[in-house]
């Protein structure tokens, strides 16, 4: 097995690309250790020192390490445990625990919301999914769209611009009900 390794826009993060499909459906996030109960491949990631986060896409992994350890000391134990994973026959998440999408949204907004969602599935998580991250719609309240950023993007430095000048101006170019892009916390 030969696993590729990109860098991403967050110099925290590391996007690994195993050749095989990761999850068949949605993407799922590991924030911490104690997340990743439900994920064989997420714990055997977390053993390794020094990582403080996982991110699962349809056929990558996205791991962040913390700031004091340096990518050359763990890069190689992080691809000895994605390759171990893949050799033991596990399954990456047992059940379904831990896929996330979109939060489901009622009321008199639904329309608009369907709208956010279609464009956010369509023209942004492909993009942020390139750079080993992914972005779902939280929530809208007044004109406010409630984005969770996850994987690579959850702090990465260019976060900020991408929501501002990327992403809120594509929904309000395409949705005039929409007035700003807000980031929600996990």
């Not at 095989?20 to 109960?37: I, K, N, Q, R, Y």
Request: aromatic share 6%; glycine share 10%.
């Amino acid at each position: 097995m030969f696993i590729q390794t990109e860098s991403t826009p967050n110099p925290a993060t590391l996007k690994f690309l195993p050749g095989e499909a990761v999850l068949p459906t949605g993407t799922a996030d590991f924030p911490s250790a104690d997340a990743a109960a439900s994920s064989p491949l997420a714990n055997r990631i977390f053993g390794v020192d020094g990582v403080t986060g996982v991110f699962f896409g349809p056929d990558f992994v996205t791991v962040t390490k913390a700031e004091t350890v340096d990518w050359s000391h763990i890069k190689p134990a992080i691809l000895g445990a994605i390759m171990e994973h893949y050799q033991s026959g596990l399954p990456v998440i047992q059940g379904q625990e831990g896929a996330v999408g979109h939060a489901e949204h009622d009321g008199p907004d639904a329309e608009i919301v369907s709208q956010i969602k279609e464009l956010l599935d369509t023209r942004v998580r492909p993009a942020v999914a390139q750079d080993g991250g992914d972005i779902t719609f939280h929530g809208f309240e007044r004109g406010i769209v409630y984005l969770h950023m996850q994987g690579a993007c959850a702090g990465c430095p260019s976060s900020t611009m991408t929501l501002k000048m990327g992403i809120e101006n594509l929904l309000r170019h395409y949705i005039p009900e929409v007035t700003e892009v807000r980031p929600v916390a996990a």
